[in-house]
């Protein structure tokens, strides 16, 4: 058995990682951000692909829209 699925809001904007560089993101980077949690906890989390290519979860105040 999973665990709990979180309602996911679809968005496809580009956005900036404003924090210190790390294995999967990089200081000023430009990602992409697929969605955003819309329940529970972790609600406004949003989803990035990161430089892998995977998405994974991350906390909004991390990040700027990008025009």
């Not at 058995?1 to 900036?16: A, D, F, Q, T, Y």
């Not at 955003?36 to 972790?42: K, L, S």
């Amino acid at each position: 058995m999973s665990g709990p699925i979180n309602k996911r809001k679809r968005l496809l904007e580009k956005v900036r990682y404003i924090g210190e560089s790390c294995s999967a993101l990089d200081a000023n980077g430009i990602y992409l951000c697929v969605g955003e949690i819309e329940e529970g906890p972790q609600k406004g989390w949003l989803y990035i692909i990161n430089k892998f290519g995977e998405d994974y979860v991350y906390a909004p105040e991390r990040f700027e829209k990008v025009c």
